[in-house]
């Protein structure tokens, strides 16, 4: 079963718009962690935020802001004011902390972002 | 600080040609993991290394596919016979330690191609 869907696949918007990348996910545990993972053309993933599951505080960094609800199971990801070098792919991982887990990453399929001049 | 070094950047086999893939992990992480990255999807984690133990190869098919750590530092995966679903993108990345907040640093990847 999928953990995390990331139900927009592509999306594209115009230069200073503000753009959200929505992220669903499930579980059982009690405590898991979600991020968040750029993928620029360059290929490399670049790590963006963490959240441990007991944190529900919403976080604003720079232009960017993350949105975590528990009671929809849902991580959201907004850009504000977009720029052509947040064109990218943006994956939403979650990782477990039950014992069976190797708290690898499970990735949703990704949203590709293009922002245009 | 250094990051994941991945080698080659590139391959192009034939199928049922054998093809290994070198990952060196930042110093001193010592968890180190091999994700798949299929065209359009999420990266999918093949196998997990504790220093030199395997924590977790579940998605590992391992009628094809294998890896070690050998000392605890470089890994490589190999895949012999390859075939056309393997083509895909190979994502090294290491940790400090293994565990579900510890932030993962991935290398570049490398990219191969199966005919």
């Known amino acids: 079963a999928q953990k995390v869907t990331q139900a927009q696949t592509e999306i594209s918007v115009v230069e200073k718009e503000d753009v959200t990348l929505d992220c669903v996910y499930e579980t059982r545990d009690t405590t898991y962690y979600l991020f968040w993972y750029k993928q620029p053309p360059s290929g490399e993933l670049v790590f963006l935020i963490r959240r441990n599951s007991f944190d529900e505080q919403n976080e604003i960094s720079g232009r960017y802001s993350w949105n975590f609800q528990k009671s929809t199971s849902s991580f959201n990801f907004t850009i504000t004011a977009s720029q052509v070098v947040d064109s990218a792919v943006y994956f939403c991982a979650l990782s477990e902390a039950g014992s069976n887990s190797g708290y690898a990453l499970n990735f949703g399929k990704g949203t590709s972002l293009l922002v245009t001049p | 600080e250094a990051g994941v070094a991945q080698s080659p950047r590139y391959k192009i086999i034939e199928k049922r040609q054998s093809v290994a893939f070198w990952c060196n992990p930042i110093s001193g992480h010592a968890t180190l993991y091999w994700y798949q990255q299929i065209l359009g999807q999420g990266p999918k984690l093949l196998i997990q290394?504790?220093?030199?133990?395997?924590?977790?190869d579940s998605q590992l098919p391992k009628d094809r596919f294998s890896a070690e750590r050998l000392k605890g530092v470089d890994s490589t995966l190999k895949i012999q016979p390859a075939k056309l679903e393997d083509s895909a993108v190979y994502l090294c990345?290491?940790?400090?330690?293994?565990?579900?907040?510890?932030?993962?640093?991935f290398g570049p990847g490398t990219r191969l191609t199966v005919l």
């Open positions: 990345a290491s940790s400090l330690v293994g565990s579900s907040y510890n932030e993962q640093f």
């Open positions: 290394f504790q220093n030199n133990g395997v924590v977790d």
